[in-house]
């Protein structure tokens, strides 16, 4: 009995446990959680026995995935081969797009962010005061990833870092953090003068 993934040059033959043996019927094969389906094959050791079940390509679910290959001899009488394929969980926690925007309408603004999933840092420009948020749109690269982060995030005056963190569907986590610095507030003007019991002439403009 083989199992495999892949074809050609990318081709994987994953190890069965116990080594297989034609008297041993139970076996386990551990793949990683990338791969989404194998293809099991199987050798008779008579040539007019016939296998009834289990052969070709079978899609994997994370866990575990029981596969039963029948095997019926000549006479009739069957012999059942069972592999537990054991899927790991996804270890994915890549990004594979990452958008950052402030304002809506006639006020949008992309900061175009040059991505890389590579990359784990990216700077903006400093920003105007009068910018008090950054709207983050970010996709995993894998579905059964999650994120957080993202939204509508408020900016401090000075110094922001913002994170936005992966996690993948087997839990490790990778960091991307974008830099932006927001101005302190040049307004040195007064909202309102006023004297008690006095009428300011000409009338308060700031």
């Known amino acids: 009995i083989t199992v495999t993934s892949g074809s050609d040059e990318t081709l994987i033959n994953y190890s069965l446990s116990p080594e297989f043996s034609s008297n ?3 076996y386990t094969v551990n793949v990683p959680g ?17 296998i009834e079940s289990g052969l070709g390509s079978v899609p994997l ?19 059942t081969y069972t592999i537990k394929i054991v899927r790991a969980k996804k270890f994915n926690n890549y990004l594979s797009s990452l958008v950052v925007s402030s304002g809506s309408g006639d006020t ?13 840092e990216y700077v903006i420009p400093e920003l105007a005061n009068n910018i008090t948020s950054l709207k983050i749109d970010a996709t995993a690269e894998d579905g059964d990833a999650t994120i957080t982060g993202t939204g509508s995030v408020s900016l401090a005056v000075g110094d922001n870092d913002l994170n936005v963190i992966v996690t993948a569907q087997d839990g490790t ?19 309102n003068l006023f004297v008690n019991g006095y009428t300011l002439s000409p009338e308060f403009n700031k």
């Not at 603004?109 to 590579?118: A, E, L, Q, R």
């Open 24 to 26: 041993v019927v139970n």
């Open 34 to 50: 990338n791969i989404e389906e194998v293809d099991i094959s199987a050798i008779k050791t008579d040539p007019l026995a016939t």
């Open 61 to 79: 679910n994370v866990g575990d995935n029981t596969v039963l290959i029948k095997v019926k001899s000549e006479s009739g009488a069957y012999n």
């Open 108 to 120: 949008y603004v992309d900061y175009n962010i040059p991505f890389d999933k590579d990359t784990l």
């Open 173 to 191: 986590k990778r960091t991307y953090v974008i830099k932006v610095k927001r101005a302190a507030s040049d307004n040195n003007f007064l909202k």
